[in-house]
């Protein structure tokens, strides 16, 4: 059994499931850098506030190179090491066929395929070994269900089986380092990706 995360990062932290892991983890004892976009996001600063020098909000847009070589970056100046990486940021937009266009495509693999592989790149030599990487992907992604094919969620569909391939790939790699990498599927859940009528609660699917 592991032994629960002293330092667990987690990105797209400014809400949902993202927001709900930091929370989770900060019950738990650990510190917290929590990447958003923002990371001056009203939730963040209350979660700050809640758990005094227990957060550490920082700057991360996945599909920005310069900013993934900055959290490297500030990961060095601090002499962090990171047992839990959460690629938890993530996008979806439903398009029809007939609706299609490259630019979905291309940001939606941006976001939840591109971003991981490089996010987990570059902080690769914060980790050591018995670390963890969960990749937040979706049944979506499963190439056995293609679940809702009929539906307009194609480029997030594809994106999520591109990163469950990366999640292999990545676990074979690693394995000699004994970091351990993890696809999870949260299953349906209410936020602002999921809507109201999600049946699980974001504390239900953490
Ligand atoms: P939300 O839409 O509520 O939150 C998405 C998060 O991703 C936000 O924090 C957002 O930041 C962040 N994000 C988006 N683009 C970027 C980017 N370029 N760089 C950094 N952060 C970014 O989604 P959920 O919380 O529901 O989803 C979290 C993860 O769970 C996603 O990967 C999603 O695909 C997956 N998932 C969700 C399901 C659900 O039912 N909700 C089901 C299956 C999987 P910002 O606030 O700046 O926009």
Do not use: C
């Not at 932290?13 to 004892?29: I, M, P, T």
């Not at 439903?94 to 940001?107: K, N, P, R």
């Not at 969620?153 to 790939?169: E, G, I, K």
């Amino acid at each position: 059994m592991r032994t629960p995360p002293q330092t667990v990062l987690v990105t797209g932290a400014s809400r949902g499931l993202g927001l709900g892991f930091v929370a989770h983890y900060l019950r738990q004892g650990a510190v917290v850098l929590a990447a958003a976009r923002d990371p001056h996001v009203p939730t963040l600063d209350q979660m700050s506030q809640r758990f005094p020098g227990r957060v550490i909000p920082t700057e991360l847009d996945v599909t920005s190179e310069r900013s993934i070589r900055d959290l490297g970056h500030f990961l060095a100046e601090r002499e962090t090491m990171v047992d839990l990486l959460i690629n938890n940021a993530g996008i979806s937009v439903d398009e029809e066929l007939g609706q299609w266009t490259a630019h979905t495509f291309a940001e939606t693999f941006h976001v939840n395929a591109i971003g991981p592989a490089v996010v987990t790149q570059v902080l690769l030599p914060y980790m050591r070994a018995d670390s963890l990487i969960v990749m937040i992907t979706s049944g979506m992604g499963s190439l056995e269900l293609a679940i809702n094919a009929e539906g307009g969620l194609d480029a997030y569909a594809m994106s999520r089986a591109a990163l469950n391939m990366l999640t292999r790939r990545l676990a074979v790699k690693l394995a000699p380092r004994q970091i351990s990498v993890i696809g999870v599927n949260p299953g349906w859940v209410r936020t602002d990706m999921g809507g109201a009528q999600a049946p699980l609660s974001v504390e239900q699917a953490i």
